[in-house]
């Protein structure tokens, strides 16, 4: 997965579809991540806080139970354990660093179920700098406790009151406040979406995952690489992270998967939202469609324009699974290899089962985003009569 060309587009999707006033923060942005990026000191420091505050490298577990059960060999990249429990901080880290080289003290944010806005409070707490999350007013009275994360790491949350009250307002707020704002501000994107360089520096800043599981999986299958990498997409960062360690080899199958009610590549078309060209939900009449699904951190109307792009090129496939088959692989997991999955990556686990015929015999990468702790309250409401 390479650079975009230079007006920031893979392929057709992608671009810069925003205010004339933002155009020259985004420049600025593309230049100081090129230098940041490309020098040793700025990488040196990344990797120092992704080591010693994160905790990575994260593991690879072979899962022999689940494997036994399903018909093919499932390996998970535990991104799960990394400190505040998913990938996200990946980048977060990198984006507040390369804030700070920037002179900002301040980091603006959107978030939608919240752990984008908990991952952005964490690194502004651990570098001093000052952190303003927008977020949905309906989102916050849904999200109460991650409301409640990010005041208690010194972040201030501001609902977002316009639209549907949801992630896609929230975005538009942190971007109106990045304009008026942009002499001492970053605004913390939180996927691989919006405007160049967004797509392609977020991904940057999670392609350690896919670096690491492609040396982890050479030496636990001697040289070799697995059949098949697979994760969960909303805005697609994590699977973006993995993909990006495997999609120079032409023998690995990428499969992305959507919820079945937010299938932006499944069942969208491809339209402009927060600054970029890519696959996206709407309606009749052309306005962006709210995405719904059993996991909040998947609910949204659109996705990264790179996946756009792979799924054009057909270099990865884009599947989509319903909740139902989200709930079963949530407690698949949970009995046969002790790992309670996120509600997000059960949806990339909820493929490999639906397909294990397809899959028989061979081997899958399966991207763990995240933990279960955060999904464990709505989760028993869900399986009361089940279990
Ligand atoms: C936020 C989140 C996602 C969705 O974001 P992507 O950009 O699509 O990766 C997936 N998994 C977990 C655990 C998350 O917290």
Redesign the pocket.
């Known amino acids: 997965m390479g650079e975009p060309d230079e007006t920031g587009r893979f392929g057709e999707f992608g671009g810069r579809f925003v205010p004339e006033t933002l155009i020259p923060a985004l420049q600025e942005l593309d230049r100081s991540f090129r230098s940041a990026w490309a020098d040793p000191v700025f990488r040196d420091e990344l990797d120092t806080l992704l080591a010693d505050y994160a905790g990575r490298p994260s593991p690879l577990t072979e899962c022999h139970r689940l494997s036994a059960e399903l018909g093919c060999r499932v390996l998970l990249k535990r991104e799960d354990l990394n400190h505040t429990g998913?990938?996200?901080i990946n980048n977060v880290l990198g984006q507040a660093l390369l804030a700070r080289r920037m002179g900002k003290t301040r980091l603006v944010a959107e978030t939608g179920?919240g752990?984008?806005g908990v991952a952005t409070a964490t690194a502004a707490a651990l570098l001093g700098m000052e952190c303003l999350v927008y977020m949905g007013e309906v989102d916050m009275g849904r999200q109460e406790l991650n409301v409640f994360r990010m005041r208690l790491l010194g972040a201030e949350v501001t609902p977002a009151v316009s639209g549907s009250r949801t992630l896609k307002d929230a975005v538009n707020e942190a971007m109106r406040d990045w304009v008026a704002t942009v002499e001492d501000t970053h605004y913390c994107l939180?996927?691989?979406m919006g405007p160049h360089p967004y797509p392609w520096m977020v991904r940057e800043f999670h392609r350690v995952i896919g670096s690491e599981a492609s040396a982890q999986c050479r030496a636990l299958l001697d040289g070799g690489l697995p059949d098949v990498v697979t994760a969960?997409?909303?805005?697609?960062?994590?699977?973006a992270g993995i993909f990006s360690g495997f999609a120079e080899e032409p023998d690995v199958e990428l499969v992305g998967v959507e919820p079945a009610g937010g299938a932006a590549v499944g069942h969208g078309v491809p339209g402009i939202v927060h600054g970029m060209k890519s696959y996206l939900m709407q309606d009749e009449f052309g306005q962006v469609s709210e995405a719904h699904s059993i996991s909040a951190?998947?609910d949204y109307p659109g996705v990264g324009p790179e996946h756009s792009h792979l799924a054009s090129l057909g270099r990865a496939r884009y599947e989509q699974v319903t909740d139902e088959e989200v709930v079963d692989a949530f407690v698949l997991l949970s009995r046969t290899e002790g790992i309670i999955p996120?509600l997000?990556?059960a949806h990339a686990l909820a493929w490999v089962s639906r397909a294990r015929s397809e899959l028989e015999g061979r081997t899958v990468l399966v991207n763990m985003?995240?933990r279960g702790d955060k999904d464990v309250g709505q989760m028993m409401d869900v399986l009361r009569d089940r279990l």
Request: charged share 10%; proline share 4%.
């Open positions: 998913s990938h996200k179920a752990q984008h939180g996927s691989v969960c997409v909303g805005g697609g960062s994590n699977a951190g998947l996120a997000e990556p985003s995240g």
